[in-house]
């Protein structure tokens, strides 16, 4: 079975950071375009970064420069290293693999989410 | 970056009823749009890729439809455990971007 369990989460000040995590099984991580997604409480969902098979990443403009996404081989795992941390990324930060096939881009699963807020 | 509209924000139905939310990119993205249900509480789930392909799994009620700047997801007929919140994305181009999302309550 494909799953994603996500881990890391908490409460953090304005500054501080966080790294999350993702474990993954049912499939390599490094063999997929893997994903974070993020919902800020009463918001919408937002994408956050992703990781590509070739080692490429992209980032949202919020967080461009702050986080990094990256990946372990050996432990088959999904990381997202947030620095400078604002109020406005409070929220529920989803692990997901990105689907394939002639329009790619899906995602599916995600993970059962893990929650950052960040407050004084 | 491409902007996503989905109308409505909320609808109330009834069990059985027929409904339909709309999605609208601000540019063509072919057939690069996906549906999702946001359940209280819950991860998101894919219910349909690239516009029309139902996700294994998902019950034969859910359906999508659209190309181009305009697509469509209709539930055919209401089911009580359907109260969710529903979003659409793009996966055309980076940054991936959703709609606002489409809050369904049942009457």
């Known amino acids: 079975e494909v799953q994603l369990v996500e881990s890391g989460g908490g409460l953090v000040q304005p500054g501080g950071s966080l790294r999350l995590s993702c474990a993954a099984s049912?499939?390599?991580?490094?063999?997929?375009?893997m994903n974070w997604v993020r919902r800020a409480p009463g918001k919408g969902l937002e994408w956050v970064s992703v990781?590509?098979?070739?080692?490429?990443?992209y980032y949202a403009d919020s967080v461009k420069g702050r986080f990094t996404i990256s990946r372990d081989y050996s432990k088959n795992t999904l990381y997202l290293q947030m620095n400078s941390l604002r109020v406005e990324d409070t929220a529920v930060y989803y692990c997901?693999?990105?689907?394939?096939?002639?329009?790619?881009?899906?995602?599916?699963?995600w993970g059962q989410g893990t929650l950052v807020t960040v407050s004084s | 970056d491409i902007q996503m509209t989905q109308s409505p924000s909320s609808l109330s139905a009834s069990v059985g009823d027929r409904v339909t939310i709309t999605c609208r990119a601000s540019q063509s993205i072919i057939s690069y749009l996906n549906w999702y249900q946001e359940k209280p509480g819950k991860a998101p789930k894919l219910l349909i890729y690239a516009a029309s392909s139902v996700q294994s799994g998902v019950p034969s009620r859910f359906s999508g439809s659209g190309s181009g700047t305009d697509f469509t997801l209709t539930i055919s007929s209401l089911q009580p455990e359907d109260l969710a919140t529903y979003y659409c994305q793009q996966s055309y181009t980076i940054p991936l971007t959703f709609g606002g999302g489409t809050k369904v309550e049942i009457k």
């Open positions: 990781l590509y098979i070739s080692g490429n990443t």
């Open positions: 997901v693999k990105e689907g394939s096939g002639h329009y790619p881009g899906w995602f599916d699963p």
């Open positions: 049912g499939f390599t991580v490094s063999s997929n375009y």
